[in-house]
C-alpha cells in the first residue's frame, strides 16, 4: 500500500508511483493492483475554475481535467498491459459522479440524484468483443466481481449481472462537516438515502 504525499496526487504522479511499485515486483507473480486517481475533481488542476457560482460553469474545467486524466490513464495501462503477466483483467470504474446545476447545486456528496449515482464501469479482460450488462447493479456488487475474476479469467459477466438483479437498489450519503455550517448550515449534517 502507498498512499501519495500532499492533498493532490495528480495522475501522472500515481502513474509513475505506479510502474516503480511494479518494476520491484516479479513480472510472473499474480498481482492484485488498485489504483485510485483523485483526477478529475474539485478544484480542477488542469482547467481553470470559474469564480463564478454557477455550477455549469465548470464544465470546462472538468472536461480539461477529464483529457489530462485520459492521457495518463492511456500510459498507466498501456505500461500495466505490458509488465503484468496474461491473462489480465482490467476494472475501471467511478466512485461518484458530478451535478453541474441540474438540481440547483454542484458537485458531490450532498444529494443522491441520478448524476451522481449512475457511473460507468468497465472491464476488459481482452478475451470477448464486449458486452451490455443491462441489469442497475450497486457499487458493493463488483467486489464479488473482482473475487470471480481472480478464479476464472473468463466470467460471464451478463449470466452474472442478471444473477445480481434487486427489486430495490439502494444508495446513502453521510457527511458530517462543520466548514459550511455557517453559510449553508442546512449541509452541516446530512444523512440522505434513496430507494430506487
Known amino acids: 500500500f502507498h498512499e501519495m504525499a500532499g492533498d493532490r496526487a495528480r495522475a501522472e504522479d500515481v502513474r509513475h508511483a505506479v510502474l516503480r511499485s511494479l518494476s520491484d515486483r516479479p513480472a510472473s507473480k499474480r498481482t492484485f493492483l488498485y489504483v485510485h486517481l483523485i483526477d478529475p475533481h474539485v478544484p480542477y488542476l488542469s482547467g481553470s475554475l470559474p469564480a463564478t457560482a454557477r455550477p455549469l460553469d465548470a464544465v470546462p474545467a472538468y472536461r480539461a481535467e477529464l483529457r489530462y486524466l485520459d492521457v495518463h490513464l ?10 503484468l503477466p496474461q491473462p489480465l483483467t482490467l476494472f475501471l470504474t467511478s466512485d461518484h459522479g458530478e451535478e453541474f446545476g441540474e438540481h440547483g447545486e454542484g458537485g458531490h456528496g450532498h444529494t443522491l440524484y441520478r448524476e451522481l449515482l449512475h457511473v460507468p464501469a468497465l472491464i476488459d479482460n481482452g478475451q470477448s468483443g464486449g458486452e451490455d450488462v443491462a441489469e442497475p447493479l450497486e457499487a458493493r456488487d463488483f ?27 439502494y444508495a446513502s450519503v453521510y457527511l458530517t462537516t462543520t466548514q459550511m455550517r455557517w453559510f449553508r448550515p442546512y449541509r452541516a449534517d446530512v444523512c440522505s438515502r434513496a430507494i430506487e
Not at 492511456?74 to 509488465?83: E, F, H, T, W, Y
Open 74 to 83: 492511456a500510459a498507466l495501462l498501456k505500461a500495466v498491459r505490458a509488465r
Open 143 to 169: 467486489f464479488e466481481l473482482m473475487l470471480l475474476y481472480a478464479d476464472a479469467p473468463v466470467v460471464d459477466v451478463a449470466a452474472w449481472g442478471r444473477s445480481r438483479a434487486r427489486e430495490r437498489r
